[in-house]
């Protein structure tokens, strides 16, 4: 998995937009951001459900692992371990987490 394949997924999805974020690529919807990229890291940070990234850095733990924002969901993946499926995944979950908050707040 590559930054510009993770790139590709990420801004296939409905209504993502890339936008600088602290000098990082970072995609979102609105305001609403659900991945940043570290090209230098060859990582990405997903917003992910809590549980999810428990079982995630147990069952992968080279493909992932803890941040400082660790606590709201946010999960560094380390794409040299990761395929594209279980990214593809995780990126729509990511994307679904922000989208799914906006439809409730404009409910």
Not at 68 to 78: E, L
């Amino acid at each position: 998995m590559t930054i510009g394949q993770a790139r590709k997924i990420a801004l296939v999805l409905p209504g993502a937009e890339e936008r600088d974020h602290r000098g990082h690529p970072s995609f979102r919807v609105g305001k609403s951001i659900f991945a940043t990229l570290w090209p230098d890291k060859k990582m990405a940070v997903l917003k992910l459900n809590v549980a999810d990234q428990q079982d995630l850095i147990a069952q992968y733990p080279k493909g992932f692992s803890l941040n400082s924002w660790s606590s709201q969901g946010w999960t560094n993946v380390h794409l040299n371990h990761v395929t594209n499926a279980l990214f593809r995944i995780l990126i729509t979950d990511a994307w679904q987490s922000v989208t799914v908050k906006k439809k409730k707040a404009g409910a």
